[in-house]
């Protein structure tokens, strides 16, 4: 597989495009199951509520990998999830998430060759502010 | 060993401090309402028995629930900080029921900025890694 063909063909456009309505609950919820205690995240009536900073990563998009990618998502295992935290997410957003794929690289290994595709959701609101940008590493097996 | 302090500011950092220990709750109750919250309730996440037919050593937490049980370590340590970003890698299952331990260091500052790194772990019982993660943090 020609992994800089393989970029240049598949990666920097956009591929799916999801909207979100955000409510209190759910997000307290989430911060409350990860251990949270700050009233910001866990108490929706706190002044400053707000969505846990990691909290973008729990939503997908309807699709992993573009229509036709030569790669299934059931090939690939999980690398890890990093989030990029850029405003505050509250009750009453709204947001869509941009998926794309932002990079693909090779890495060799003891166990031979990996492909690392990594998939980026861009999360905007209802301002198009840009509130948040998950990365989500695919590696599979050359 | 960790201090016990809560960190207020930048002023309250120095290089190679460590965070305050947490033992998180992984319960089923807790992975279950994790779940029902996200919408990860397959069985891999809530039920041991079919996870351990599927090879799995249980069910285990979801990636996602770890990371934000280490985001929640930060706030422990400095209720105050900003999470800039947050980078981890689900390197092997942390098992639903088990008594994991996170841990954070500081690993870089930036005095101009006022932000630190930290690098993150949520060990098993044994003391392995399984999940590990940098964060930077606004202070």
Redo the contacts between chains.
């Keep these: 597989m020609d992994i800089a063909e393989l970029k240049k063909k598949w990666a920097g456009w956009t591929f799916d495009e999801v909207r979100f309505e955000i409510e209190a609950e759910p997000l307290a919820e989430f911060s409350l199951a990860c251990g949270e205690t700050l009233p910001r995240y866990t108490d929706p009536q706190d002044p400053n509520f707000q969505a846990a900073p990691s909290f973008a990563a729990r939503f997908h998009g309807d699709r992993a990998l573009p229509e036709g990618f030569p790669s299934d998502r059931e090939a690939s295992f999980d690398g890890g999830k990093a989030v990029d935290w850029k405003a505050p997410i509250r009750p009453g957003d709204t947001l869509i998430a941009r998926s794309h794929i932002h990079d693909i690289f090779e890495k060799t290994g003891r166990s031979g060759g990996m492909m690392f595709i990594v998939h980026r959701m861009e999360f905007s609101n209802q301002n198009d502010e840009i509130v948040s940008i998950v990365d989500w590493k695919m590696i599979r097996k050359l | 060993m960790s201090d016990q302090k809560v960190v207020l500011g930048y002023g309250d950092v120095s290089f190679g401090d460590e965070l305050p220990e ?1 033992i ?2 992984v319960s089923m109750p ?2 279950r ?2 779940g ?3 919408g ?1 309730t397959y069985w891999r996440f809530t039920d041991h028995e079919k996870a351990r037919e599927a090879g799995l050593p249980g069910a285990i937490v979801p ?3 770890s ?3 280490l ?3 930060i ?2 340590w400095a ?1 105050e900080a ?9 390197r092997a299952p942390v098992v639903v029921d088990s008594r994991p331990t996170c841990r954070g260091v500081v690993t870089d500052m930036d005095d101009e900025k006022r932000t630190v790194e930290l690098d993150l772990t949520l060990s098993n019982e044994e003391g392995e890694t399984r999940v590990l ?1 940098t964060a930077l943090v606004s202070l």
């Design positions: 947490v998180p709750d807790m992975v309402r994790f029902e919250t996200t990860m990636g996602i629930m990371q934000g049980i985001v929640s370590l706030h422990r209720p900003s999470v800039l970003k947050i980078d981890t890698i689900f993660g």
